[in-house]
């Protein structure tokens, strides 16, 4: 029963996220008290995604270590920068618009892009691979690039970003590795598998939760916010775009380009809009809340463009 409701909210993946933003705008009032379970849930759905992850993947792909190193530059280079540039350029005065569009691309890559290289043949022990890395490197670079970057325009405590990703990302994603190894891979079809759609369901919690906690500025249905909305789909579009790009320019297998579309071009939104709720004023959060409408949406569209283009390539 789990496995067939595992695949049902697979297939769900691209309503889930926006459904849950309208349920915890409307009902904000109900949901907002409920923000200290944020971080719990979230820490168990790392967990839960990391079961299927081991350190032999890693040892494989550091061997042939370019596509990782591509994935890693789209990630933490090329896309903060677009994002900051798009943003001073879009909001030249709204220091907090700027830096919810920054945290929205140097938050680490997502773990649900995993369901979308695996469901598109990609080369899963490289995503595996990509999302431990990045994961590992996230309480370093992620409040490093915000403090570089736009550090003198909005106030942040660093080491409570650093800690908070490092308990819901870091810790559960090397815990939920390292039973993998112990159990040899047995963990991902038995303990994981049943796991799997209660994780699913933890994504929509979170997501409502966390989008009522911004729900007065989402329900301010002014120019700005439309505005707001369609940089942030033009940066979310222009990350699947850079990453299906530079993966052609390399000449990478199908199976690569299809690992560095998603890895690339998803992120741990969910995880951005928690450090934003919990570290941040509300105005940060917003952009965020507004990318998880976007992201699994732009994943499915993308990964049908993808699967088209590769079946005309072949005929």
């Given at each position: 029963m789990l496995y067939v409701l595992n695949k049902k909210l697979e297939k769900l993946m691209p309503v889930i996220t926006p459904s849950a933003v309208v349920i915890g705008v409307f009902f904000a009032h109900y949901l907002s008290s409920f923000t200290y379970i944020v971080p719990w849930v979230f820490a168990f759905m790392t967990f839960s995604g990391s079961l299927s992850s081991n350190f032999n993947s890693l040892q494989r792909t550091l061997k042939f270590p370019l596509p990782l190193l591509t994935a890693l530059l789209i990630l933490h280079i090329i896309m903060p920068l677009w994002a900051f540039g798009m943003g001073s350029i879009a909001f030249p005065s709204d220091g907090m618009t700027v830096t919810g569009l920054l945290l929205a691309m140097v938050i680490p890559t997502g773990i649900t892009s995993f369901v979308w290289v695996t469901i598109y043949k990609g080369n899963i022990g490289l995503a595996l691979s990509i999302i431990l890395v990045d994961t590992i490197l996230s309480p370093f670079i992620v409040p490093a690039s915000l403090s570089m970057i736009v550090g003198q325009k909005v106030e942040m405590n660093s080491w409570s970003i650093m800690s908070g990703l490092l308990w819901m990302v870091?810790?559960?994603?090397?815990?939920?590795?390292?039973?993998?190894?112990?159990?040899?891979?047995?963990?991902?079809?038995?303990?994981?598998?049943?796991?799997?759609?209660?994780?699913?369901?933890?994504?929509?919690?979170?997501?409502?939760?966390?989008?009522?906690?911004?729900?007065?500025?989402?329900?301010?249905?002014?120019?700005?916010?439309?505005?707001?909305?369609?940089?942030?789909?033009?940066?979310?579009?222009?990350?699947?775009?850079?990453?299906?790009?530079?993966g052609t320019l390399l000449k990478q297998s199908r199976e690569t380009k299809a690992s560095l579309l998603f890895t690339g071009g998803m992120r741990n939104i969910s995880a951005g809009a928690v450090i934003a709720v919990q570290y941040f004023p509300a105005a940060v959060a917003v952009p965020v809340v507004i990318g998880m409408l976007f992201q699994q949406v732009l994943a499915s569209l993308f990964g049908f463009l993808f699967q088209r283009q590769e079946i005309k390539m072949k005929a």
């Open positions: 870091v810790i559960p994603s090397l815990t939920g590795m390292l039973c993998n190894h112990l159990t040899k891979g047995s963990i991902k079809d038995t303990v994981g598998r049943r796991l799997s759609p209660f994780s699913k369901i933890g994504i929509g919690v979170v997501v409502a939760i966390n989008s009522s906690a911004v729900a007065p500025y989402l329900l301010d249905l002014s120019w700005k916010l439309f505005f707001i909305a369609f940089v942030v789909l033009f940066v979310a579009i222009s990350g699947f775009t850079i990453a299906w790009l530079l």
